[in-house]
């Protein structure tokens, strides 16, 4: 008897830009990385990347802190502040295409990172560029920003900004810190091909055993 062995879709890092143990690169006078604030508009950090395999997302994971009112400037900074991270299909040239899933996301004003689940799994295409969007929208008073954590220390795609409804331009060259996360998407192994053609070898085989018995 013969057991078709279905490998296991475990998940597998497809980009990573943190440095060593996940950390980000001080910057002088920022909090970790780069930051945008006009109050009351609406504000977007954009990181691209390319995944190194084709996979279904499972999760992200990024460096970042906001601070969107007067009080979010007093000690010990953990006022939270909502912001909204997404990711997006598009080109390398800083243009959006499609929203592919969104979160709500409540942080201080340290920068952290955190990792977001994805509930919808869309797929990931090996070589392809999609972006990953930090915004928020209407923040109050004259305390405002949104930092993203970066690392100077390996190959940039580059930390991009809102420059128009589906566009963005480039702010640096430093890499925001992101992680990405995905199940390969499933493709049969070689002894499912096998068990699936000795199955229809049997099929066929016992066509042709019925026939030649009704002769």
């Known amino acids: ?38 109050p009351g508009t609406a504000q977007f950090f954009g990181a691209p990347f390319s995944p190194s395999a084709t996979v279904d997302l499972t999760s992200l994971t990024g460096s970042w802190a906001a601070g969107l009112n007067a009080m979010d400037s007093i000690a010990p900074f953990t006022h939270p502040a909502p912001i909204t991270i997404s990711i997006w299909s598009g080109s390398s040239t800083g243009e959006l295409s499609t929203e592919l899933e969104s979160w709500a996301l409540t942080v201080d004003q340290l920068s952290t ?33 949104m930092d993203w954590g970066v690392n100077t220390a390996t190959t940039s795609l580059g930390l991009w900004e809102l420059a128009g409804a589906t566009n963005l331009d480039l702010l640096t060259s430093d890499s925001p810190a992101l992680e990405v996360q995905g199940t390969p998407t499933t493709v049969p192994e070689p002894s499912t091909f096998l068990l699936t053609g000795i199955g229809f070898m049997s099929i066929l085989l016992r066509s042709r055993w019925r026939r030649s018995s009704l002769r």
């Open 113 to 145: 990172n955190y990792t977001l689940t994805s509930t919808t799994s869309p797929e990931l295409v090996a070589g392809d560029t999609y972006w990953v969007l930090a915004g928020y929208t209407g923040a109050e008073g004259g305390e405002n920003f």
């Open 1 to 38: 008897m013969l057991i078709a062995t279905i490998g296991s879709r475990a998940d597998t890092i497809v980009y990573n830009s943190f440095g060593p143990a996940m950390t980000i690169t001080p910057l002088p006078n920022i909090p970790g990385g780069y930051f945008v604030g006009i």
